[in-house]
């Protein structure tokens, strides 16, 4: 099925392998992986971030085979979690940064039509957290204060 602003497919990438197992090389148990977690989030990186340090730097194949939580659960389990979703997060900087181009070119209308499909997108994305409890139903995307979110 096709993406839904784009003509492309978008089947091509890595995937994970089928079996959830943990390997035998790994050297970090569910506990350290978790204290690693815990200490990459004091120094400021996102969830995703977390986990592309745990793969490339501690060689942690999968976070969630490993310690059967995800990383943003691990975090909600330790009440640190962000009051608003990374995907979210990175929409609404997505938005300032258009906005921000549109304000010195008033004619870019390739902007224009971004603005308004990123826009869609963050209005998509709050109606399903709310939806799935991750944000409080009276939350509303207003553009006058979204440089405050981020």
């Excluded at 690693?36 to 004091?42: E, G, T, V």
């Excluded at 793969?55 to 310690?67: E, H, N």
């Excluded at 990374?86 to 549109?102: F, G, P, R, T």
């Amino acid at each position: 099925m096709a993406k839904k602003y784009s003509g492309s497919k978008g089947i091509a990438g890595s995937k994970k392998p089928i079996k959830k197992v943990v390997p035998s090389w790994n050297r970090y148990g569910a506990k350290e992986v978790e204290m690693l977690i815990m200490k990459l989030h004091k120094e400021g990186q996102a969830p995703s971030q977390i986990g592309l340090h745990l793969r490339d730097v501690y060689g942690v194949p999968d976070v969630k085979t490993l310690c059967s939580k995800s990383i943003t659960q691990i975090l909600a389990d330790k009440k640190v979690q962000s009051p608003l979703p990374e995907d979210l997060q990175a929409m609404i900087k997505k938005l300032i940064m258009i906005k921000k181009h549109l304000e010195e070119n008033k004619q870019d209308e390739v902007a224009k039509r971004g603005l308004m499909i990123t826009e869609s997108k963050v209005q998509r994305l709050a109606k399903y957290y709310k939806r799935t409890k991750r944000l409080p139903q009276d939350w509303k995307y207003d553009v006058s204060k979204a440089k405050l979110y981020v």
